[in-house]
């Protein structure tokens, strides 16, 4: 791929467009809460597969935007040339997750004789592009002479996402091994969602912010990244079932969380004092990390874990992937492949926050509803008006990114 800025807004364009159809997906099973699934539409566990892995590959492909646009400046030499090739990859199967989940999730379905796992191979192809980008990136680091603060924030990065895919590819291999222990099952699985979500998006996007903080002035004063990823890996435990997990192994997670949330609270005060040169969705993504620093703190008492994990879960996930990730993506993009300041950008802007800050109340009230004077019919309700100003946002965002071909 091209570093030039046309070939770089064309996936920009490209993962906002996945955004949009991942947000309607997650809109579609919104109002089936509120209001019923309607007959005939597909069972709401498969739906429910096929919004996050779209939802991944939204996320996905906006980082490898934002790092591939980025990388030269810091390498000094040209990207390879297969990464147009594995741009359009990632781009091609994370759409098709959303057609290939949503019959039969990870079932089979039929196609002539044939009867074939089309979720399990088109998430399998997906990940096999992750890789891809991954073998490239160290292809493209690989003998520099320096590394900048963006740079180590992705190295470890894409160690982390490395090993988040294993944790994804480990259910085949269990299942060719005959391995069929809940806990080694859970863990596996959270190994890929909790890496995935608070190591590999968290360091991947504070590099991303490094680096458009960085045109201006250096950054200094950041903990290191080797071991804020480190600190990252044990915490996946926490996101298990409270009974499949020894007190041990519970203070070791939460520890490490604690330890994790102070670093990233020092990055959060380093951003918040260059928080003028920040994109407002950026600096709107941030507030989701204070909540993770917040809940981090928390949870350091077993019986607010235990709870939380139940009862609180849809909203954590939300807050990491909704609130922070993809507003902080959403306002890096736009800083660096729009055309400027315009009506567009700031419908887009404001119909986002209030979208996403909407469902976002409501997620959070839905995990005390039983000692609130309001339904959690009203709550669902809430959520599903909410999607829909998140969608619209997401669609009119669209605009901001043609045309291609740019000036710029």
Not at 77 to 82: D, H, I, Q, V
Not at 288 to 317: D, K, S, T
């Amino acid at each position: 791929m091209s570093t030039n800025i046309a070939s770089s807004r064309k996936y920009a364009f490209l993962s906002l467009l996945i955004l949009v159809l991942a947000g309607s997906t997650g809109s579609f099973l919104r109002f089936g809460l509120a209001y019923g699934m309607p007959p005939g539409w597909g069972a709401f566990h498969n739906i429910i597969h096929a919004h996050s892995h779209t939802m991944f590959g939204w996320t996905v492909l906006a980082l490898m935007t934002l790092i591939w646009r980025r990388l030269p400046a810091y390498t000094g030499r040209p990207l390879p040339k297969s990464v147009s090739w594995q741009m359009a990859a990632t781009f091609t199967f994370s759409l098709l997750q959303l057609f290939a989940f949503w019959p039969n999730g990870y079932g089979v379905t039929r196609i002539g004789s044939a009867e074939l796992p089309l979720g399990a191979i088109s998430a399998g192809l997906a990940g096999f592009t992750w890789f891809w980008f991954m073998g490239l990136y160290w292809r493209a680091v690989r003998g520099i002479s320096s590394t900048p603060t963006p740079v180590r924030l992705w190295n470890w990065a894409v160690i982390l996402l490395f090993i988040s895919s294993l944790g994804a590819m480990a259910e085949p291999g269990l299942m060719m091994m005959q391995i069929d222990s809940d806990f080694v099952k859970q863990l596996f699985l959270h190994l890929f969602l909790d890496i995935f979500t608070t190591g590999w998006l968290l360091l991947a996007i504070f590099g991303a912010i490094a680096a458009h903080l960085e045109d201006g002035k250096s950054l200094a004063g950041l903990p290191s990244a080797r071991m804020l990823a480190i600190f990252i890996i044990p915490t996946c435990l926490l996101g298990m079932p409270p009974d499949q997990l020894s007190t041990g192994l519970f203070w070791i997670a939460s520890l490490a969380n604690l330890a994790v949330a102070g670093m990233v609270a020092i990055y959060l005060y380093r951003f918040f004092l260059r928080r003028r040169d920040l994109p407002l969705l950026t600096r709107f993504g941030l507030l989701g990390l204070l909540v993770q620093i917040g809940a981090a703190a928390l949870m350091v008492a077993p019986g607010v874990w235990a709870w939380g994990a139940g009862a609180l879960r849809i909203f954590y996930l939300h807050d990491m992937l909704l609130l922070w990730s993809s507003s902080a993506l959403l306002g890096l993009l736009m800083a660096e492949f729009g055309h400027g300041k315009s009506a567009w950008q700031t419908w887009t802007e404001w119909l986002w926050m209030g979208g996403v800050g909407a469902m976002w109340l409501a997620l959070l009230l839905g995990g005390f509803v039983q000692w609130l004077p309001v339904s959690g019919l009203t709550l669902l309700a809430v959520a599903a008006w909410a999607s829909v100003i998140i969608v619209s946002a997401a669609i009119l965002g669209l605009k901001i990114f043609l045309p291609f071909a740019s000036r710029a």
